[in-house]
């Protein structure tokens, strides 16, 4: 009789304790679904995420020595600040030579036009000189003509009319040797004046390859002190002072930080329901789940991260076992909040999009426009290479600077 108790006590306690736990599971389902059904039914959510930002690469535009480094890792930097100085010793050397060239090549075309007032002086002289000939026959001529007739009397002996022959033969001689003389002079001033004629001092062949060279080594010189692109955080700096660098060489890294976005690693399933605009929710591991940023969708990757990887999986091979991919969605973050909340380069961030807004384009339907980006840093160098060598060209042509009197 207790045997049969104790065993009917010890089922009792077995039914209550396997009640206990479908109850315990069914809640949690229940909890769950209800979760589901709240927060995660109208989302997509992944934590391979990273911060991303352009990184803007500084260059030497000019071989040369390192004399000063003027900006260091970490360092905040703004648009146009100079971060490395080189010599100027060859650049300055360079530029002076040009300058001289060029200021002899603009004295050397001024003085093609003095030379062409010497020129046509000549020709005026050769002009007057046939003229004085020309008269000079016309008297012998007539002077031939009177004595003729005076020859059959006797009145003119034919050694006079002999010599009057000559006389004019003299002057023909002299007016086509001074006819031939004026149109070399002629000639000559026209050979001459090919060289200038129609162009002004700054348009002159020699003038205008001289100006070059002295745009470039102006230019050259401008290149010494090399400045920042783009506002931003100096990384991955390598040039140190003192050191010999070429033209092209990377020296330093600038990060516009108020640049940055999130690329987001989302299964190759999760983006079915994804449209471009679509809010994000973002949290990122620094710090922690007291700042929320907000962002939205802004583009899909060209491809997934294995197909762009160093070495891409080789699906043809024999063994190959499927693996979900992922493929990097873009999203665009509140300035106004990135502002406040700085974020840097590889930081990990948790995406959660909200799918349930079907306004905008499917992600692969979409082509995002052109974010094309700028720095005008170098804009004036040019310019003021150009003002340079006018200044050069008006000092040694004889014109008075602008304003003056």
Request: hydrophobic content about 45%.
């Amino acid at each position: 009789m207790s045997q049969s108790a104790g065993s009917s006590a010890a089922g009792s306690v077995r039914r209550n304790a396997l009640l206990w736990v479908f109850a315990v599971i069914t809640l949690a389902g229940l909890a769950y679904g209800v979760y589901w059904w709240a927060l995660l039914k109208g989302s997509e959510r992944t934590d391979n995420a990273y911060v991303h930002a352009p990184l803007v690469q500084v260059a030497a535009q000019q071989a040369g020595t390192v004399v000063a480094v003027l900006a260091d890792e970490t360092q905040r930097v703004q648009s146009g600040q100079p971060l490395v100085r080189l010599d100027p010793a060859e650049a300055r050397l360079a530029r002076e030579r040009a300058q001289a060239q060029l200021a002899q090549s603009v004295r050397e075309a001024r003085g093609l036009v003095a030379q062409d007032t010497v020129l046509q002086a000549t020709v005026r002289t050769r002009e007057a000189e046939l003229e004085r000939l020309k008269s000079e026959e016309a008297r012998a001529a007539d002077d031939l003509a009177r004595r003729l007739p005076l020859l059959a009397s006797g009145a003119v002996g034919q050694e006079e009319i002999d010599h009057a022959r000559t006389v004019l033969s003299a002057n023909r001689s002299a007016r086509a040797a001074a006819a031939a003389a004026l149109e070399a002079a002629r000639e000559q001033r026209s050979v001459h004046r090919v060289q200038f004629e129609g162009l002004r001092i700054e348009q002159h062949p020699p003038v205008e390859r001289a100006a070059t060279a002295l745009r470039e080594a102006i230019l050259a010189e401008s290149r010494l002190e090399i400045p920042a692109p783009v506002a931003g955080q100096i990384a991955r700096r390598s040039v140190q002072v003192g050191q010999r660098i070429a033209a092209g060489q990377m020296l330093m890294s600038v990060v516009p930080l108020e640049q940055v976005w999130v690329e987001a690693n989302f299964k190759e399933v999760q983006l079915r329901q994804m449209r471009m605009g679509q809010p994000v929710r973002l949290r990122a591991d620094l710090h922690g789940s007291s700042i929320e940023y907000r962002g939205v969708v802004a583009g899909l990757g060209a491809g997934t991260g294995a197909a762009f990887a160093v070495l891409p999986a080789q699906n043809a091979s024999g063994n190959w076992v499927k693996v979900v991919q992922r493929i990097p969605v873009r999203i665009e973050l509140d300035a106004d909040q990135l502002s406040r909340n700085p974020l840097r380069v590889g930081l990990s961030m948790h995406a959660t999009v909200d799918v349930t807004v079907k306004e905008g384009q499917r992600l692969t339907d979409y082509s995002p426009p052109q974010r094309p980006q700028d720095t005008q840093v170098y804009a004036d160098a040019l310019a003021r290479a150009d003002e340079q060598v006018q200044a050069v060209i008006n000092q040694h042509a004889g014109r008075r600077p602008a304003g003056s009197r």
